[in-house]
Nanobody, 115 residues
């Protein structure tokens, strides 16, 4: 079973930056699309950014121009560079990876942006 482990979360002031990483292990088949989601307290989980295996990206309107998703296929790792962070970006961030027809999820990493 594929396992995903996120890292890089933490506490940052508004306007600051963080870089999240997520590495997949126990990968037997190639990973297809990867993505970052987030869930703020009392809110539904929402998609933040996605990236295909060939590098095509898509972003939520709320993060366009501030966040950048990238991946290293050789390392089975996806990244999320977050700049110009806002208090409303505070949430638990989860990565996902699609392998064949199954989506695997990480355990989440907390990002807190103070005003």
């Amino acid at each position: 079973q594929v396992q995903l482990v996120e890292s890089g979360g933490g506490l940052v002031q508004a306007g600051g930056s963080l870089r999240l990483s997520c590495t997949a292990s126990r990968v037997v088949y190639s990973i297809g699309s990867m993505a970052w989601y987030r869930q703020a307290p009392g809110k539904q989980r929402e998609s933040v950014a996605t990236i295909t295996r060939t590098g095509t990206t898509n972003y939520a309107d709320s993060v366009k121009g501030r966040f950048t998703i990238s991946r290293d296929n050789a390392k089975n790792t996806v990244y999320l560079q977050m700049n110009s962070l806002k208090p409303e970006d505070t949430a638990v961030y989860y990565c996902t990876a699609r392998v064949i027809l199954t989506d695997y999820w990480g355990q989440g990493t907390q990002v807190t942006v103070s005003s």
